[in-house]
């Protein structure tokens, strides 16, 4: 297997586990975050049916294996029709806080976006963004990005605009942080 590299703050890669028995061990300097999207993450350890496994450096997150399995909240469109749902595990987002502690300033949230929905959600200005599609036909900012990769974005951006093309359901994690 290999990992998509993503260099979003703490970030460093993300690989798609579908149909694979588990995860690879963490590289060297990296802890990992396994994700699945019923709005579970366990940051270190196992986590059965795993959908991804991101990287994070080492030094952002303390030596201990964390589990997050936040409560839904409901997402609203730019035209306030109900979107989908939301996850934090990390950070802060749509003004709630992961469970997840880090030593850095970061975040991870999962978002399971409606069909043909369109989103703008607030962002941290100084922070840069990687946003993994597990599945569907998903854009950020009018950029496809097509099922199992990532979108990333450079700091300086206050909204980001996510849009699922698809008729069907898209799972989308976004995680952020300071650049190094």
């Known amino acids: 297997m290999s990992f998509i590299e993503l260099n979003a703050g703490p970030w460093r890669g993300v690989a798609f586990l579908r149909g694979l028995a588990g995860p690879e061990d963490a590289p060297v300097g990296c802890k990992s975050l396994a994700w699945r999207p019923d709005g579970t993450a366990r940051l270190g350890g196992v986590l059965e049916r795993a959908h991804a496994q991101v ?9 201990k294996v964390q589990r997050a399995q936040p409560d839904a909240f409901e997402l609203r469109s730019v ?7 939301a996850f934090v595990f990390i950070g802060h987002m749509f003004n709630r806080t992961g469970a997840v502690e ?3 300033a970061c975040m991870a949230a999962q978002l399971t976006l409606a069909p ?12 840069e963004y990687a946003v993994l599609a597990a599945d569907g036909d998903v854009a950020v900012n009018n950029t496809a990005v ?22 069907s359901i898209a799972h989308v994690l976004v995680l952020g942080g300071k650049p190094a």
């Open 55 to 63: 990287l994070i450096d080492a030094e952002a997150v303390p030596d």
């Open 79 to 85: 035209t306030t029709q109900p979107a989908g749902e």
């Open 102 to 104: 880090t030593k850095r």
């Open 116 to 127: 043909e929905t369109e989103l703008a959600i607030m962002v941290e200005e100084e922070f």
């Open 146 to 167: 097509p099922a199992s990769s990532a979108g990333l974005l450079d700091a300086g951006h206050r909204t980001l605009g996510l849009k699922n093309r698809a008729d």
